[in-house]
């Protein structure tokens, strides 16, 4: 099946995750599309890891209107002959998918944890994660996003071509950029990141996060919080994993001083490995822990950091 793939890059390399996306669509013929003019420094690594296509979608700039590159994907999707389209549930991918999916008034299935492309069937969480729904679409086309991490990147290698796309199309004026607030660099996008350290209400004081991201930065990870630590003011809710906050689903997780509510669990179940430091060892956590360490987080995370 004619599959596109967006495929998203950061400081001049392709995302893991959407390595991930593409191992999801491994066996079929992949249009890796990258919104860039210049695509010869990805070709290699897309190439890898299955892209038979490289599409160089040229034109678009970091002010250009997300609805205007919807109509691109759209535009791509009938130029190629898009059975699929895929993507990463991150900010770009939901942002652009749904309104690649409002254009083609086709059905979109956002955030899965696992995808069949040849049943057009997509498995999401559902309930706080309690369960797991297969989800069947009939459209046309099947919209997907994958969430971060969920399928870990396999190399398959193909014969990756390179295409140049520049479609003509009027921006429709929905939408505007004026300007840009980029948060602090080198920071990885929590949702994003491979690895997750979390900190909660044991923490006692915001300046106690600093413990969390010294092993974060040796571990090339990124911090979170629980829900209890960001009402109590130590966290911003922007770091907030749980039904409230985030939905992570890194390689490791280590959870640091957090009872394990089903709130905050919902928010990281898809861990593959979750790792829990806490005092308190009838703290449920540790009925839902790969790995766990009964003692205090201020003693543990400053021997696990130096020993790292």
């Known amino acids: 099946?004619?599959?596109?793939?967006?495929?998203?890059?950061?400081?001049?390399?392709v995302k893991e995750t959407s390595l991930g996306v593409m191992t999801a669509a491994a066996g079929h013929e992949i249009y890796a599309l990258v919104l860039s003019d210049n695509v010869s420094n990805?070709?290699?690594?897309l190439a890898e890891y299955g892209a038979d296509h490289v599409v160089s979608i040229k034109g678009v700039e970091e002010k250009t209107s997300p609805d205007l590159v919807a109509q691109i994907l759209v535009a791509a999707s009938k130029e190629y002959g898009f059975d699929v389209l895929l993507g990463t549930a991150g900010s770009l991918?939901?942002?652009?998918?749904?309104?690649?999916?409002?254009?083609?008034?086709?059905?979109?299935?956002?955030?899965?944890?696992?995808?069949?492309i040849a049943g057009k069937k997509a498995v999401k969480s559902h309930f706080s994660g309690k369960t797991l729904a297969t989800l069947a679409a009939t459209g046309n086309i099947f919209l997907c996003t994958?969430?971060?991490n969920a399928i870990e990147p396999v190399p398959a290698p193909a014969e990756a071509q390179i295409i140049c796309f520049e479609p003509e199309i009027a921006d429709s004026g929905l939408l505007e950029i004026v300007e840009i607030h980029k948060g602090a660099?080198?920071?990885?996008?929590?949702?994003?990141?491979?690895?997750?350290?979390s900190g909660g209400r044991a923490m006692k004081d915001a300046e106690?996060?600093?413990l969390l991201e010294a092993i974060a930065e040796k571990l090339g990870g990124a911090v979170g919080a629980s829900r209890a630590a960001v009402d109590a003011g130590l966290a911003p809710h922007t770091i907030q994993v749980g039904q409230t906050g985030k939905t992570v689903s890194p390689r490791l997780y280590i959870a640091c001083g957090i009872s394990g509510a089903v709130q905050h669990f919902a928010g990281m179940k898809t861990?593959?490995?979750i790792v829990a430091i806490n005092e308190d060892k009838e703290a449920p956590i540790f009925s839902k822990c790969d790995y766990g360490i009964v003692g205090n987080l201020f003693e543990v995370v400053p021997?696990?950091?130096e020993k790292l």
Not at 42 to 45: A, L, V
Not at 93 to 116: N, Y
């Open 146 to 148: 994958v969430r971060p």
């Open 271 to 273: 861990s593959k490995v």
């Open 1 to 13: 099946m004619a599959t596109g793939i967006l495929i998203e890059i950061e400081n001049n390399a």
């Open 42 to 45: 990805f070709k290699d690594t």
């Open 185 to 197: 660099g080198g920071k990885l996008d929590l949702i994003e990141a491979p690895i997750v350290i």
């Open 93 to 116: 991918g939901k942002d652009l998918f749904a309104r690649t999916a409002a254009i083609l008034d086709e059905p979109l299935v956002s955030d899965c944890v696992a995808v069949d």
């Open 208 to 210: 106690n996060f600093k």
């Open 303 to 305: 021997a696990l950091t």
